[in-house]
């Protein structure tokens, strides 16, 4: 509507200063300059209706030039119209070129209208006008405009090999379009892999303040994707001293990144922390390389927040971001959400050598949270071949010797290929406490087995020792009195008797071993197990009344012995100790007493 305005405006300058134009004369050909006139002044209203006044002139009074400045002429009110935005103009005009081309007469409206096209931020169209122009017939300010124009549109278009051509005819020239021209040029080059040319290019253009802005960030991005850590960085650094910088949290992304791979996570950290704040949407490499700049400066909880954005990620970032997770969580003595992680860690093939790990560490973790059925299925799928089997089993052996469930413990053992020094262990004293679970319960050919297999895995001395005992006191419950005393004498035999529990004593083997005899009627020897468990007693000063009542029936049956082996005199003594203290079998003793002194012709 502005440009319909300006029409009606102009229309009546017109009418009213008609008198005062500067063109005034006889000269028919002065409707023609005036047209032309107010066509450069971009009144194009009025401009359009003296062309057409022109136009419509029967004859021009310079017959050779007329039919020049008509199509001249005509083209400029066809032009004009364009600029008012009236129905048909565009269509006009290009047909008005096409049919004067190839004829020269037709480029500067090929020119206004690839102008208008790109003005209009009509592309394809300004492209496509300008491409039916002769831009070398131009001076070379006008070319550097239009040319400027076309690759303007191309670039747009994202034809950037084509849209340089165009830059580099006239790069070189002066002028408004310089600094213009070397920069789309730069981007060009960027845009199509031509580093070296776009940093060239970037440096002329920054030299005016309209660019100066924009181009650290595309020089930064091209340092990177070079790999030349190190010129970024100096670069990037210097450019943000510059307050008017544009995308800061690029540049300072980009240089956390080339500190990242220099490893140089110390001064990587600042600039992480800033594009961290500002910018939630990252990629999956920007989280993971974010969060280990923060792991490895010790800012756990800034860490645990990137690593926990990507742990889902089915890829290696997720398996290395749940393994610092968990990592970050041990830290700060969270086991319970480390152990969730090391379990993600472990289910990824990604980095076997992390898998083996996070699925020890998991298992480990379980462990020690008395988690007692989902530790042994985590440790016991650790495989034979990782470099955490054996301390696996280890742990293993450590949750299984806190069971109370003995055959479970047992069947878990037996089941492994391999066993480990502790496991053995765990494995002798769970058959040896089954073997008393079965003894208990008077089941004493199980008790034996449990015994015997115990005897299988001798880690421990005191195991070893009572299961002998133990094997020991069932043949003699079973009246097998000579594989009894076979036993006890292995057990006898191991020298110096370790702390085992007081029913697996030297004391209680000893007043078994005697009674084995005593059942052979070996009496000599019987008495020799028995005198063994008097002098036991004494020397240990056992002071509960079940130790006083066995030492009781090892003096009944030493005196027994000793009166089957008719040394009336000791058997005596024997007797006299028990009535003297008043021990059980008291009674017994008097009986066999008297005995002894009726024998002995005393009163």
């Known amino acids: 509507m502005k440009r319909f305005t300006t029409l009606f405006i102009c229309l009546s300058f017109w009418s009213d200063g008609q008198s005062q134009s500067p063109f005034a ?46 199509n001249e002429a ?43 096209f790109y003005n209009q931020r009509e592309y394809k169209n300004c492209v496509a006008m300008y491409n039916k122009a002769e831009f070398n017939l131009l001076p070379s300010a006008d070319q550097v405009e239009h040319r400027f124009n076309k690759g303007y549109c191309l670039f747009v278009m994202k034809e950037f090999e084509k849209a340089k051509q165009e830059f580099l005819i006239v790069k070189k020239e002066m002028g408004l379009y310089y600094f213009h021209i070397h920069y789309y040029l730069g981007l060009s080059e960027y845009f199509t892999g031509n580093n070296s040319k776009a940093i060239q290019n970037f440096q002329i253009a920054e030299q005016t303040g309209i660019y100066k802005p924009y181009i650290p960030y595309y020089i930064c991005q091209i340092y990177f994707k070079e790999g030349k850590n190190k010129e970024l960085i100096v670069y990037g650094e210097q450019s943000l001293k510059n307050q008017t910088i544009k995308n800061r949290n690029q540049i300072r992304l980009l240089l956390g990144q080339a500190y990242f791979k220099e490893n140089d996570l110390v001064m990587a950290l600042p600039h992480f922390e800033s594009y961290s704040k500002e910018v939630t949407e990252k990629s999956v490499e920007e989280f993971y390389q974010i969060g280990y700049t923060f ?11 990137e690593f926990d954005a990507i742990h889902l990620e089915k890829s290696e970032f997720g398996q290395l971001a749940n393994y610092y997770l968990a990592d970050c969580y041990l830290k700060k003595s969270d086991n319970k959400s480390a152990r969730i992680a090391f379990k993600n860690v472990s289910q ?53 010797e806190k069971s109370a469930d003995l055959y479970h413990v047992i069947s878990i053992i037996e089941k492994q290929k391999k066993l480990t020094p502790k496991l053995k262990a765990v494995l002798q004293r769970a058959h040896l ?62 020298g110096k008797i370790p702390s085992v529990s007081p029913e697996a004593s030297p004391f209680m083997a000893n007043y078994a071993q005697g009674y084995n005899y005593l059942k052979k009627l070996n009496y000599k020897k019987a008495l020799e197990y028995f005198q063994k468990t008097i002098s036991l007693f004494q020397q240990n000063s056992f002071s509960s009344q079940p130790w006083k009542n066995i030492t009781s029936d090892a003096y009944i049956r030493s005196g027994d012995c000793a ?23 008291e009674d017994y003793a008097l009986y066999q007493k008297g005995l002894l002194l009726g024998l002995q012709n005393e009163p």
Do not use: C
Not at 295 to 305: M, S, T
């Open 348 to 400: 990824m093939d990604y980095i076997p050598s992390m898998k083996h790990e996070a699925a020890f560490n998991y298992a480990k973790l379980t462990a020690e949270s008395g988690i007692e059925r989902e530790a042994i299925n985590a440790l016991e799928n650790i495989e034979e071949n990782s470099k955490y089997y054996k301390e696996s089993r280890d742990i293993l052996a450590d949750v299984l």
């Open 295 to 305: 792991y490895k400066n010790e800012k756990y909880d800034l860490a645990i927040e």
């Open 433 to 494: 406490q089954a073997g008393h679970k079965s003894y208990a319960d008077q089941n004493m050919t199980s008790s034996e087995q449990h015994y015997t297999k115990s005897l299988q895995y001798p880690e421990s001395e005191i195991y070893e020792t009572e299961a002998i005992f133990w094997i020991a006191q069932i043949k003699q419950n079973t009246m097998m009195y000579d594989a009894s005393i076979q036993q006890f004498d292995k057990y006898f035999n191991i």
């Open 74 to 116: 005509s083209f400029n009110n066809e032009i004009a119209e364009l600029y008012l935005e009236l129905p048909q103009a565009s269509n006009q005009l290009h047909y008005s070129i096409d049919k004067h081309l190839p004829d020269p007469v037709a480029l500067p409206a090929i020119l206004e209208m690839g102008r208008y």
């Open 25 to 70: 004369g006889d000269n028919k050909e002065e409707k023609f300059f005036e047209g032309s006139y107010f066509f450069d002044h971009s009144l194009y209203g009025i401009s359009a209706l003296t062309y057409k006044d022109y136009i419509n002139t029967p004859k021009s009074s310079v017959e050779g030039n007329f039919q020049k400045l008509k």
């Open 563 to 585: 009166f089957k082996e008719r040394d009336y005199v000791q058997a005596r003594k024997y007797y006299q100790t028990v009535i003297d203290k008043k021990w059980k079998y």
